[in-house]
């Protein structure tokens, strides 16, 4: 999104040696349902995706979670055929189908779900892990409908919400929101936890680096990286 700041500087911190990251970016009016759908409904998101499809890219990431997932998971799917279209020859993802093959990864069932969003936005979050096998036991959002306030929160806030949470019935932790600084925390919610956490940056950029083929694991981001991509129909 133009107006954040996280995604980029979060995967470049993650990068293995000799992964580049180039980027471009669509306008986000506001984070509501109404202003996320806004975005997706202008021209722009077409425009960036074949402005980077002139690079020589090997994976074309969408890095919108509640973008992704606004309208379930056929919407999901849909965006995805049009990012291959616009895109020819190029692997992609958006942050939602990346968030769903890394809970397949770490073999997550039920989940404790955190996010930034006003309640529209995070119940949507909900109905879609739900349809996707992933029962929402305990979950807790921020309210802000900012981009730029997004990427404020500090780690502390988002790692104490999350411990708070914290059930036996939930087997795995998902933090949705690409402008939602999670790299900084994932490594200690697991150790706190003792449970594999999964975000959409994370997600994003491990997925992204599956389909171009580095098999690498980036220390202190997560059990996650030590996993391949899940098996269609695993």
Known sequence: ????????????????????IHTTRIELPKVTVEGIQAMMDAPQVEQ???????????????????ASFLHGTAYDKA????????????????????????LQAVGAQSVILATPY??????????????????????????????QALAEVPLQKTFDMICEMDTPEANAVFISCTNFLTAGLIDAVEKELGKPVVSAVQSSFWHALRLGGV???????GALFQHGLPEVGE
């Open 1 to 20: 999104m133009a107006s954040s700041v996280v995604m980029e500087a979060e995967m470049w911190a993650m990068a293995p040696k000799g992964v580049s």
């Open 118 to 147: 006003v309640d529209g936005v995070h119940n949507r979050a909900i109905r879609f892990l739900e349809e996707n096998g992933h029962p929402v036991v305990a979950s807790r959002n921020l309210g802000i409908d900012t981009d």
């Open 79 to 102: 965006l995805m055929a049009k990012l291959k279209q616009w895109a020819p020859g190029i692997a992609v993802n958006t942050a939602s189908t990346a968030s769903l093959a890394g």
């Open 215 to 221: 098999a690498d694991d980036c220390p202190g981001y």
């Open 48 to 66: 960036a995706a074949r402005l980077l499809a002139s690079a020589p890219l090997d994976v074309l990431c969408f890095g919108g979670t509640s």
